[in-house]
């Protein structure tokens, strides 16, 4: 019987070893393509917030990180510049909508410093499919209503949606997720033209680990 033991927990440790090899040999495979593919979706995110013919710089090597209650909570929040030869031109800043109907809401803006947004993408949310989901690309083009707007300071009506006196439509039956998103954008935007003055002392992404 103790042999029989013996032998059964010699196997079973030879096969947790034999597993952990090969998941570990795996990774070690996969790894990179997946780093590159992460990078490039990334990428293409970017470019959609932030038009890459306005900067010359690798805006991903150039992270940063942000904390502010401007940008819905206050956790770490990346942001990554937009550099025409040395000259910053624009962000793209994660941001997050904190009031959606079913949660937060978790952003990408694109701006530059003087107000104009570039772009906006919603990057994870838990709205209602059918109604407030149309914040999503693949569902509505809503999303570009942001694209090239112009934000004239905190008082600008403009920057609301049409049930508050705003431009920017409401979905039938759900208004308070575009609201908060609206809302969102315009903090974020309101933020950005802050930044000029301390983006040389902002720390970078792999300082703190974020």
């Known amino acids: 019987m103790l042999d029989t033991i013996r032998r059964n927990g010699v196997t079973l440790a030879l096969f947790a070893a034999v597993t952990t090899g090969v998941t570990a040999v795996i990774n070690a495979v996969t790894k990179p393509t997946i780093e590159h593919q992460t990078a490039v979706q990334q990428k293409i995110l970017l470019d959609q917030v932030v038009p890459p013919e306005i900067y010359d710089n690798h805006i991903q090597q150039e992270c940063y990180v942000v904390t502010d209650k401007a940008l819905g909570n206050g956790k770490p929040h990346h942001l990554y510049l937009a550099r025409k ?62 694209n090239g707007k112009q934000l004239s300071g905190p008082d600008d009506q403009h920057f609301a949606v049409k049930k508050d006196g705003g431009d920017f439509d409401q979905f039938t039956g759900a208004t308070i997720t575009p609201r908060a998103v609206v809302n969102a954008v315009k903090r974020t935007a309101l933020y950005i033209e802050t930044l000029p003055p301390v983006l040389s002392s902002l720390p970078d992404c792999g300082a703190t680990n974020e």
């Open 85 to 146: 030869g040395e000259t910053p031109v624009a962000v793209a800043l994660e941001t997050t909508a904190p009031d959606g109907y079913s949660g937060e809401i978790q952003l990408v803006v694109g701006a530059d410093f003087n107000g104009k947004v570039y772009g906006t993408r919603v990057v994870e949310h838990h709205e209602t499919p059918g109604l407030g989901d149309k914040i999503e690309l693949r569902i509505s083009d809503w999303i570009n209503s942001f």
